[in-house]
């Protein structure tokens, strides 16, 4: 059961506390995407073994919507951020490099 | 006088009371054990080796542990709502009157039938579930299935409700110690000497682990260090608790026994604890191993090391006459004890060339025969030890000699016991010197700093010399994974990994030969570690066969996944207090008890219960639901709808987040008036409807249904923060704050007017889809003039605080007109009557609001909401997708919810093709007649003609395609 902090109201929220909403930083295709990109933003989810972004939601808490970068297989937790956050912080792209300084952002989904 | 029982030794047993006598039953005979004693110790100090038949082949098996790791002595225990199957002995607590029944035997366990599978057991080898049940395939229903459910499980389940009570604790620490032997008293007196927070779990009821039974001066040093640690005010110690599971970031779940099997103590049987901590250490202990000798699971064949602890803790002499067998210097402590203890030891069998450490000198100072290079070939006799056949470690099983004894403590090495440790990602490694598998310090779990959060300590790390100064020098184990090396088919088919199970090494050889290179692949082939002990002690024993077989080292081959719980938690412990009442909060409307004392015939709707309806004197439900729709039709009645959600919306830019979130026009409503909308998924599907109103210039209030109103709050805010945060909108739930009451019937007007009050309830100036705040009998009210009975009708909001008495005048006021509560089933019947669609009902997350007839609700002229893009693909606007029409029975029968509409011809597997299916369906009593409605595939087009629906019984129902709206389809009713 993982311990994730709430970056709104600053606690250590467990898991419990938490909804998930799966993978951050999809960008929402509209009326005017095409089949393949609406397909893409629909369905096409990384399921990475490693490092990955998600939503989470401080459900039993303060309510808001929040993303946490962690590596899924290690449970190492690089940190947690707004949701208003277009792509993640600089420093977690440096706690994740920390770790695994061949990683490389990937932002194409987030521009 | 002093009973003694037989195999009692007349001196030691250090955990035992010789003052207090212990009676208790097993399989209807009166035993007694001794204060102290486990139900194993009990047993065998009155002779009792023979505990149980094998779950395979029904072999006779005694024990062959002392601890956690038994496969073999599990016992039905209890009666009534306190049985429990698959007890272990070993751990299990003797208590007076306990009744004890031996399990997976029939008639009885000395003369059990299932032991012909004994000797069938040539027929039913690895993967024999796999090779046999496949064809004839009709023989599935009938032959297959019965057999293997009859034989499936060991043990019974209880059939009585648990009458104790469990309960659950939360915890935090620092650190947290598990295991309670000499390595984890150390590890928390060092960390309780830095000031950490500090919690000692030990799985057993005394502390020490080995350290007293295998160190002479052992217990001495224990006791200094637990009351050195139980004065400390950063230590909390607690025995008889299992830690069975490490899950993510410290998250420790341990179950501890208050009052086990001793009702009368008036305290939780079980207590779940749920701890957090910031490190573990795990000082776990080793698991000895088995040696693969032919007939190594006769009953009387023990580990080492339990023939020992039976000696010493319990004073109960496993037998009279011991064999040794072993490949290390740690089983000579067995040798030693049972010598002191009066006890004859015929020899030690050392698999090793040579054997001269400490240990054996001190053996062969006793003048017991030392035997290097020698294995056992064959162990003789059935139902209990006779002797051992010997030969040659090096050779085929070749008979070199003959041992007489009646008990054989055989020793494989150890396994560091490494489930908490791996649990959670922590990685091993092979130590070849000691064979065992043990913690990679470089690999620990990780916390969410990325850290490692546990540390393995003594022999959990695989130091299996943990008692410091109290140790004596050994040599180095010997890696025997058969005995002897070079044995036949014919003693490799009778040398036993997995006892509960029945998996030899032959089983094991044949899987690898069918091509089973995964060892996770062959632990279901041939289900080794798959009982209830989950492999403890056959676990790393059968994948070194593996290796072999497969010519790889033992590390190539791997581990099984170490999965919790250790050992099995009962799911009372699990539930604790969540059961009955407790088991989830009810939600209750301010009606409620108005709706109990009406005699409510209840409804579960999500957390709430709702009225299904008021059944009165001589009624049963669908009566009283036929009279509470005949009576909203005639005159008038009322529905208590607080439960439905109402969420506000509010803001400058509410009018555009609404026309985002629901499928039509939000933003162009009037002051003053209501719009019916649909909500559906950015998938297209749609999953809620409501009626909204708007309030004021920058407020909307949004009606979900009852189910939904948390789930859509979630929805809006998960839009508003995360994709349109900087519209300025706030949302707030706001179900719970109001009562809400259906007035319907042609005379609810008369009835509100007759209550009093400043809103003006004429047609005039409250036309439908409208809505007046003002107050009503003297409350304050919020008037919706909306419908979803098809009637004249009213919902009326009050506070919440004000819901009962407003009901309760209108029952006062309208006494006269034949007022009526109505419920969920009425007001579900009379949706239905009218065409209107019930999300969950016509819905299932696959149906889109075109389906249903629904595309006026669908604007043409926004950009964009929540789905439109899905709705365009081209598999959404198929003309052929199963749409929404009304059914009417060819014979007044009514055609089942759920029934299928069959097409000509049958799909891939044989089945007559659908192409429809019945979404809602009910007895009209206003139409006096069933209605149902349906989704067809081109239903819409199709009017007027008929379907088949097969019943399971074999009888076909049919139906004719009619318009969905049954009952007053211009409105002049609900215009009224």
């Known amino acids: ?111 | 006088m002093t009973y003694t029982a037989p195999f009692r030794l007349p001196q030691g047993g250090r955990l035992i009371d010789r003052a207090f006598q212990i009676p208790f039953r097993f399989d209807g005979r009166h035993l007694r054990g001794l204060e102290g004693d486990t139900l194993a110790s009990a047993m065998l100090a009155n002779g009792q080796m023979l505990m149980g038949r094998s779950f395979k082949y029904h072999r006779p098996r005694g024990p062959i542990a002392s601890g956690a790791e038994e496969p073999n002595a599990l016992f039905g225990l209890g009666q009534g709502g306190r049985f429990e199957p698959n007890q272990r002995a070993t751990t299990t607590t003797l208590l007076p009157g306990m009744v004890l029944g031996s399990q997976n035997c029939w008639p009885s366990l000395d003369a059990d039938i299932g032991a012909v599978n004994n000797w069938l057991s040539p027929m039913f080898p690895a993967g024999f579930y796999y090779k046999t049940f496949m064809h004839p395939r009709p023989f599935w229903k009938h032959v297959f299935e019965p057999i293997i459910r009859r034989s499936a499980g060991l043990g019974r389940a209880p059939t009585d409700p648990d009458p104790d009570r469990y309960e659950q604790a939360y915890a935090f620490a620092d650190v947290v110690v598990v295991g309670g032997g000499i390595a984890g008293l150390q590890a928390a007196k060092q960390a309780a000497d830095q000031g950490q927070r500090v919690i000692v779990l030990g799985q057993s009821p005394i502390w020490g682990g080995r350290t007293p039974v295998d160190h002479k001066g052992g217990a001495a040093v224990v006791n200094a260090l637990v009351a050195d640690l139980e004065r400390r005010e950063n230590v909390t110690m607690r025995r008889n608790t299992m830690a069975t599971g490490l899950y993510d970031h410290g998250y420790l779940i341990a179950r501890e026994a208050l009052a086990d099997h001793d009702p009368n103590q008036g305290i939780p049987r079980q207590r779940l604890w749920r701890i957090r901590t910031q490190q573990v250490v795990t000082a776990t202990g080793a698991l000895e191993r088995p040696l693969a000798f032919a007939c190594n699971d006769v009953p009387g064949v023990m580990l080492a090391s339990a023939v020992r602890d039976f000696i010493v803790n319990y004073g109960v002499a496993p037998g009279k006459r011991i064999v040794v067998v072993t490949n290390n210097d740690d089983a000579y402590r067995t040798a030693l004890i049972a010598h002191d203890s009066g006890l004859e030891v015929a020899a030690v069998i050392d698999a090793r060339p040579t054997a001269d450490s400490e240990l054996a000198q001190a053996v062969r100072a006793a003048n017991i025969p030392v035997l290097t290079d020698t294995g056992i070939a064959k162990v003789k006799g059935g139902r209990h030890v006779d002797g051992v056949v010997l030969c040659r470690q090096q050779g085929d099983g070749q008979q070199i000699g003959t041992l007489d004894c009646d008990v054989v403590a055989m020793s494989g090495g150890w396994s560091p016991v490494v489930h908490l440790w791996s649990h959670c990602g922590g990685k091993l490694l092979w130590d070849e010197a000691e064979a065992m598998f043990r913690p990679n310090p470089e690999r620990p779990p990780l916390g969410a700093d990325g850290q490692g959060n546990v540390t393995a300590v003594g022999a959990a790390n695989g130091d299996l010399r943990a008692a410091g100064d109290l140790e004596r020098r050994e040599l180095p184990t010997m890696p025997v994974w058969v005995m002897p090396q070079n044995a036949p088919y014919k003693l490799r088919a009778k040398m036993w990994l997995d006892f509960q199970n029945d998996v030899k090494v032959s089983d094991v050889q044949l899987a690898a030969r069918e091509g089973y290179a995964s060892v996770e692949h062959t632990k279901r082939y041939t289900t080794l570690g798959m009982a209830t002990d989950q492999g403890k002690v056959s676990n790393i024993n059968g994948l070194a066969i593996l290796s072999n077989a497969l010519s790889q080292p033992i590390p190539a081959t791997g581990t099984t996944t170490f999965r919790p719980p250790y050992t099995p938690v009962t799911l009372a412990t699990i539930a604790a207090d969540a059961r009955g009442d407790a088991f989830q909060p009810l939600r209750k409307t301010p009606m409620h008890a108005w709706h109990e004392a009406h005699g409510a015939s209840w409804e579960p709707v999500g957390h709430w219960r709702r009225p299904y309806c008021y059944p009165q004197a001589g009624e049963d439900r669908d009566k009283a639901v036929n009279r509470e729709i005949l009576a909203v039709r005639r005159s008038v009645g009322t529905l208590d709808a607080s439960t439905l959600g109402k969420i506000i919306v509010k803001g400058p830019d509410a009018g555009k987040l609404l026309d985002m979130l629901y499928t039509n026009m939000m933003s162009t409503l009037p002051v003053g008036k209501c719009r019916y909308g649909l909500m559906c998924s950015e998938n297209g599907f749609l999953m809620d409807d409501g009626v909204v109103a708007r309030l004021s210039d920058d407020t909307w209030l949004c009606h979900t249904t009852t189910g939904g109103a948390d789930r859509i709050h979630g929805h809006m805010e998960d839009w508003l923060q995360c994709e349109w945060w900087d519209w300025q909108v706030y949302t707030a739930n706001l179900t719970e704050q109001y009562a809400q009451i259906a007035v319907a019937g042609p005379k609810a007007r008369e009835l509100l007017q007759r209550l009093g009050g400043d809103i003006d309830l004429s047609q005039e100036a409250l036309p439908f889809m409208t809505w007046a705040e003002g107050q009503i009998g003297g409350i304050p009210a919020r008037i919706y003039r909306i419908s979803f009975s098809g009637e004249l009708s009213y919902e009326i909001a009050v506070p919440a605080g004000r819901g009962l008495e407003l009901w309760e005048k209108l029952h006062e006021a309208g006494r006269d007109l034949n007022i009526t509560p109505y419920g969920t089933e009425a007001m579900h019947v009379m949706r239905a009557e009218k065409g209107f669609i019930m999300i969950g009902d016509e819905t299932d997350g696959t149906i889109i609001p075109q389906d249903l007839g629904l595309g006026w609700a669908i604007s043409k002229k926004k950009q964009d909401y929540i789905g439109k893009r899905a709705q365009s693909r081209s598999f959404m606007k198929q003309r052929s997708r199963w749409q929404l029409v009304g059914l009417e029975s060819l014979d007044k029968r009514i055609i089942p919810d759920g029934a299928l509409a069959v097409d000509e011809g049958t799909n891939a597997n044989g089945q007559r093709k659908t192409q429809g299916r019945v979404t809602s369906s009910y007895y009209s009593p206003t139409l006096d007649r069933p209605i149902a409605m349906a989704l067809v595939r081109h239903g819409p087009d199709r009017m007027g003609q008929e379907l088949e629906f097969p019943m399971p019984s074999g009888e076909v129902l049919k139906g004719r395609i009619v318009d969905p709206v049954f009952y007053d389809k211009e409105g002049s009713r609900l215009n009224g």
């Open chain 1, 1 to 111: 059961m993982l311990i994730l902090t709430c970056p709104y109201c600053g606690v250590a929220a467990e898991e419990t506390e938490l909804a998930p909403g799966g993978e951050a930083h999809l960008k929402r295709v509209g009326p005017d995407g095409d089949d393949q990109q609406f397909e893409a933003y629909m369905f096409d989810r990384k399921n990475e073994k490693g490092v990955h972004f998600e939503r989470w939601r401080h459900a039993y808490g303060c309510g808001k919507w929040f993303l946490a970068a962690r590596d899924t297989n290690t449970l190492q937790v690089y940190g947690t951020y707004r949701a208003q956050t277009p792509h993640p912080t600089d420093d977690i792209v440096a706690a994740i490099r920390k770790v695994s300084p061949d990683w490389n952002p990937d932002w194409t989904r987030a521009e």
